[in-house]
């Protein structure tokens, strides 16, 4: 197990493992192997009661989630303070994503406190949880079911230190950010699932492209492939990237403004020269990159799910019909 | 959140005043800062920058908020929607 020393000198028969806060090269290599998704599945540490330092019953006890990224991140946050660590068990999935699921939630927390019988190794009941933890744990029901109150601490998890010295939260520690580098850490994600989806149509664009003029180009299909690459390089990458700098409050719509200019690059490059041609290639480079940036509403901090809804009833259809127009119109010039 | 904002005028995030007892519980759960306590009764400060993450209406403890709660994510909403025509994994039926 990550970060284990060794066993908890407990006056109990409960086995506690004591952690470390150092961060080994292979937990580094780890969390860049997550975030690419390369076995992100099966990045989970075992749920359970961990102790930092040397932590004792007046120690603060703080609760996260049993995904591995999320389970470094706090004991290295956390260096030097003798606390325990209460780790959910939520499948492998961040705080975030867990609570809307109900995996962070009411039910497991108090199984949990159960379980590693919470009670007898503190002496305060007070459980210190992250803030993104509201939208699953009912604070009001933790205590009437196990008798711990609960503290809604901070958003991010650097902020953890200073919550816990000043025993709440203050100014900035409770707004949420969204910032250039927050939005980038993300989009390896994003990228890794718009390829590894269209992986099995790939093989399928390469050939059609190739054998569009009868007899078969690689160059064409080179050129469809690269294509696809500029569209996700687009939609999945340089639209996050950009986001709050781009037009108009929907997704969709940022990502199809991407797109154009992107997909009017790309076909300048390719040197495609007839007209029809330039604008249905750079339509469908649009079409994909709005949806692929549609996509990304997942990956924020304030989208809501009206929103989105509202969003997807007009741009999927849209998508659709500037995907198929590029493609009519290809198919016309063509056969003209 | 400074320089983000969603589409306005459609999150479902509503206060029941009458029943609330100014506890101030949504104060402290809410991401986005959006609730302030005045005369003991809590108020919204703009109900376009709610993410609708459900976080105020399952812990206030008098029930006064309500919001239709869900992560807003177009692939779990194309998910939900394929696993309602019996396409796709069922088992996903979110994002992550
Ligand atoms: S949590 Fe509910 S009862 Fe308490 S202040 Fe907020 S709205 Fe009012
Ligand atoms: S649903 Fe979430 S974002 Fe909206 S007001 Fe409630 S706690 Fe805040």
Redesign the interface.
């Known amino acids: 197990m990550a970060g284990f020393i060794s066993w908890y000198p407990s006056k109990t028969d409960l086995k506690i493992p004591v952690i470390s806060s150092q961060i080994s090269c292979q937990d580094t290599v780890g969390s860049w192997k997550a975030r690419w998704d390369f076995g992100r599945m099966s990045y989970i540490v075992p749920p359970g009661l961990y102790a930092l330092g040397s932590p004792d019953e007046n120690s603060h006890v703080v609760v996260t989630a049993n995904y591995k990224m999320t389970y470094d991140l706090v004991r290295k946050a956390l260096a030097g303070r003798d606390l325990w660590l209460l780790v959910l068990e939520t499948y492998g999935?961040?705080v975030w994503?867990a609570?809307?699921?109900g995996t962070f939630g009411t039910g497991e927390l108090v199984r949990r406190v159960g379980a590693v019988r919470l009670s007898e190794i503190v002496t305060h009941r007070e459980l210190i949880l992250p803030?993104?933890g509201?939208?699953?744990?009912?604070?009001?029901e933790i205590l009437r079911r196990c008798g711990f109150k609960v503290r809604?601490s901070t958003?991010r998890i650097e902020d953890l230190p200073e919550f816990l010295d000043r025993g709440k939260a203050s100014g900035n520690v409770?707004?949420?950010?969204?910032t250039a580098y927050e939005r980038v850490i993300l989009t390896p994600i994003e990228l890794q699932?718009a390829l590894r989806k269209a992986g099995p149509f790939l093989p399928l664009l390469f050939l059609a492209a190739g054998f569009f003029n009868g007899s078969f180009s690689l160059h064409h299909a080179v050129l469809a492939l690269l294509a696809y690459f500029a569209a996700v390089i687009s939609g999945a990458f340089i639209s996050p990237l950009l986001?709050?700098w781009l037009p108009s409050?929907?997704?969709s719509i940022k990502g199809g403004v991407t797109g154009l200019v992107i997909g009017s690059f790309f076909s300048y490059l390719a040197g495609v020269v007839s007209p029809p041609l330039f604008a249905a290639t750079t339509l469908m480079i649009a079409a994909f990159s709005s949806f692929l940036m549609?996509?990304f509403?997942?990956?924020?901090?304030?989208?809501?799910?009206?929103?989105?809804?509202?969003?997807?009833r007009w741009a999927l259809p849209a998508q659709a019909l500037c995907l198929v127009t590029g493609f009519i119109t290809i198919l016309i010039w063509r056969f003209l | 959140?400074k320089?983000?904002?969603?589409?306005?005028g459609?999150?479902?995030l509503a206060l029941d005043r009458g029943i609330c007892t100014g506890c101030r519980?949504c104060t402290?759960?809410c991401?986005?800062?959006l609730f302030y306590v005045a005369g003991g009764k809590a108020e919204i400060l703009d109900t376009d920058?709610?993410?609708?993450?459900?976080?105020c209406a399952?812990?206030c403890?008098a029930k006064a908020i309500t919001v239709?709660?869900?992560?807003?994510?177009?692939?779990?909403?194309?998910n939900e929607w394929l696993a309602s025509f019996n396409i796709g994994k069922k088992s996903r039926t979110?994002?992550?």
Request: hydrophobic share 40%; glycine share 12%; charged share 15%.
């Open positions: 999935i961040n994503c609570a809307g699921k803030l993104f509201a939208a699953g744990v009912k604070g009001i809604f958003i409770r707004e949420l950010t969204f699932t986001l709050p409050p929907a997704f549609l996509n509403t997942g990956s924020t901090p304030y989208t809501s799910r009206s929103g989105v809804k509202k969003e997807m | 959140m320089g983000f904002s969603y589409l306005k459609v999150s479902t519980i402290e759960v991401p986005h800062n920058l709610c993410m609708e993450c459900g976080a399952l812990n403890p239709d709660a869900g992560v807003g994510c177009a692939s779990g909403m194309i979110g994002c992550c």
